[in-house]
């Protein structure tokens, strides 16, 4: 049987976290796709405004990226446990285990998954063009006529 993507595998990043008895657990973080980013941006748009629009402008570095991720985990708790759960593909059921990890595990994996996707799509202005784009087409197919 033939596919449409052959052998495509996605783009990723293994991040090793430490458990409660000290093992490392190797969590592999992907790129957020096009459907991630909206699900982002509608359940947290107040939140992500600011970030988009700094990005779009081209203000926004990777080093303030970062020490945002961390800014983030105090203050929006759920968005980074989102993000954690979309970007390693974690079933539902294990949304309680994400909550739980450590400040340090959770800016380890927000990071590397903040990477792979900035790094598979062209970076962040490129990101915010897709967005805006699919935004704006979808505005045009939901406008009152």
């Known amino acids: 049987m033939t596919t449409v993507f052959g052998n495509y595998s996605r783009p990723r990043q293994i991040v090793n976290i430490a458990s409660g008895d000290g093992e ?8 957020l796709g ?6 982002l941006v509608r359940e947290y ?9 700094q990005t779009a402008s081209g203000q926004l570095t990777a080093d303030q990226a970062i020490a945002l ?3 983030l985990i105090e203050e929006v708790p759920a968005l980074v446990s989102m993000t954690i759960a979309l970007g390693t593909d974690a079933p539902a059921d ?10 340090g595990a959770k800016v380890e994996l927000v990071h590397a998954i903040v990477k792979v996707t900035m790094t598979s799509e062209g970076g962040p202005e490129k990101i915010v063009e897709i967005v805006t784009s699919a935004y704006r087409e979808l505005s045009k197919k939901f406008r009152p006529t």
């Not at 096009?34 to 699900?39: G, R």
């Not at 309680?96 to 450590?102: F, M, Q, V």
């Open 24 to 31: 490392m657990i190797p969590v592999a973080c992907y790129g």
């Open 34 to 39: 096009l459907d991630h980013l909206v699900l």
């Open 45 to 53: 748009a107040e939140v992500l405004t600011p970030i988009y629009e």
């Open 69 to 71: 991720v961390t800014s």
């Open 94 to 103: 294990e949304m309680d285990k994400i909550t739980a990890l450590t400040v």
